[in-house]
T-cell receptor
């Protein structure tokens, strides 16, 4: 069974720092990996999606890498801002017919960026 | 704009009553939708996979008689929490698979259920 782990569970940093959030998964047979942002009491906002054949994706100050063989992904946030404060979730999708589209989520990293 | 709409976003119900949550794909047909539940400070856990025109596939430990899923059309899946209890209070969120765009997954906005 796929297990997704995120480290650290919580992170508190001053504004302007560059951050690295880590995600690991036990089964490398994935279709893709996604990073989401979740604000308190809200739904999910998709940040980046990396297909299994890709190594990284970038969007603005965010960069996500994927090492499928080792079961790892990192989310890099450059020049963090207070508005980045949220919980960041990593999720992988199974690659087999019955699991395609089913996401396995980590517990998230709760990020606080203070001014 | 949202391509998957979930309703209601927040609902409070009395213990023992039933509550229905709807998940609609707005501009595409979704033969498969997924229902997740998230307890406070926990990860999202898949409850069931909803397949249009057939019975839902439930994850281990999820009571199918308590959490009724109906996927009667290609754009609508419903989750009914029957005989709700305070321990069912949680965040429920659905996703829909858009096969026409490489199996892209779109999430609804989620529904907060509070059972009092």
């Amino acid at each position: 069974k796929q297990e997704v782990t995120q480290i650290p569970a919580a992170l508190s940093v001053p504004e302007g720092e560059n951050l690295v959030l880590n995600c690991s998964f036990t089964d490398s047979a994935i279709y893709n990996l996604q990073w989401f942002r979740q604000d308190p009491g809200k739904g999910l906002t998709s940040l980046l999606l990396i297909q299994s054949s890709q190594r990284e994706q970038t969007s603005g100050r965010l960069n996500a890498s994927l090492d499928k063989s080792s079961g790892r992904s990192t989310l890099y946030i450059a020049a963090s801002q207070p508005g980045d404060s949220a919980t960041y979730l990593c999720a992988v999708s199974g690659d087999r017919g019955s699991t395609l589209g089913r996401l396995y989520f980590g517990r998230g990293t709760q990020l606080t960026v203070w001014p | 704009g949202a391509v998957v709409s979930q309703h209601p976003s927040r609902v409070i119900c009395k213990s023992g009553t039933s509550v229905k949550i709807e998940c609609r794909s707005l501009d595409f047909q979704a033969t498969t939708m997924f229902w997740y539940r998230q307890f406070p400070k926990q990860s999202l856990m898949l409850m069931a996979t909803s397949n249009e025109g057939s019975k839902a596939t439930y994850e281990q430990g999820v009571e199918k008689d308590k959490f009724l899923i109906n996927h009667a059309s290609l754009t609508l899946s419903t989750l009914t929490v029957t005989s709700a209890h305070p321990e069912d209070s949680s965040f429920y969120i659905c996703s829909a698979k858009r096969q026409s765009s490489g199996n892209t997954i779109y999430f609804g906005e989620g529904s907060w259920l509070t059972v009092v």
